[in-house]
Nanobody, 119 residues
Framework: QVQLVESGGGLVQAGGSLRLSCAAS????????MAWYRQAPGKQRELVAT???????NYAGTVEGRFTISRDNAKNTVYLQMNSLKPEDTAVYYC?????????????WGQGTQVLVSS
């Protein structure tokens, strides 16, 4: 069993910064692509950023230039550095990972961490 545990959410004023972390734990697994999604109240979950095992990144247009996704493969951890936060960034942020356990590929989600940006 693999678990993704997120941390780093909270309340911040507009223009501020937060750093989210998501650590994978378990046995006999390897991680392929990782991503961050978010879901605002009353809206569908949307993709924020992705990063491959080789470090190639992609961002949603709404966050490009403000958010940075990175990963530490040795720690099985993905990060999301969020700068110049806006009230519209308020959402529950979810970590996602494509993980191979032994020989089977799974898609795992974290429990979510709340980000609240005040104006």
């Amino acid at each position: 069993q693999v678990q993704l545990v997120e941390s780093g959410g909270g309340l911040v004023q507009a223009g501020g910064s937060l750093r989210l972390s998501c650590a994978a734990s378990g046995r006999h697994f390897s991680i392929n692509a990782m991503a961050w999604y978010r879901q605002a109240p009353g809206k569908q979950r949307e993709l924020v950023a992705t990063i491959t095992s080789g470090g190639t990144t992609n961002y949603a247009g709404t966050v490009e230039g403000r958010f940075t996704i990175s990963r530490d493969n040795a720690k099985n951890t993905v990060y999301l550095q969020m700068n110049s936060l806006k009230p519209e960034d308020t959402a529950v942020y979810y970590c996602n990972a494509n993980i191979v356990v032994v020989t089977t590929r799974y898609n795992y989600w974290g429990q979510g961490t709340q980000v609240l940006v005040s104006s």
